[in-house]
């Protein structure tokens, strides 16, 4: 069984996430990514703190190919759309956007590649069953 195929996360652009130019600070579009990630497991029932205390897992960032097409400024709503493009046994590529919500302008997307890896060693490990269970095939 699969979960949804895509998940959409809102996020406010606050004063703090801007550069001295009024716009999003490019760092911060990859938080606004991690932060959909996040609530998709959250979603799904998966909570990173218990996945670390119950499996001794943590997922790791390995890879990111991000493509900065138009400014966010301060006070925009934006959606973060995720998907799963690829599903390995011991790691998930996403393919991730953010949107304005006014005029559904693409503004950012990219693909992060995570890793599951042993929070003892920090070598891969293999994603749990139910986890993988629960996550849609890729694209």
């Not at 130019?21 to 998709?40: C, D, I």
Request: aromatic residues 12%; positive net charge; proline residues 4%.
């Amino acid at each position: 069984m699969t979960g949804t195929k895509e998940f959409l996360w809102p996020v406010r652009v606050y004063y703090e996430d801007t550069d001295a130019g009024g716009v999003v600070y490019y760092a911060n579009y990859l938080r606004f990514m991690e932060r959909a990630r996040t609530e998709w497991l959250r979603q799904l029932g998966f909570e990173q703190d218990e996945l670390l205390q119950r499996e001794g897992i943590l997922f790791a960032v390995r890879r990111v190919a991000v493509e900065f097409r138009r400014p966010a400024r301060f006070n925009d709503r934006l959606s973060v759309r995720s998907r799963i493009r690829q599903r390995r046994r011991a790691s998930l590529v996403f393919q991730q956007e953010i949107v304005r919500d006014v005029d559904r302008q693409l503004l950012c997307d990219g693909d992060v590649q995570v890793a599951c890896i042993d929070a003892a060693g920090f070598r891969p490990r293999p994603i749990p069953d139910a986890l993988l269970e629960a996550l849609p095939d890729g694209f």
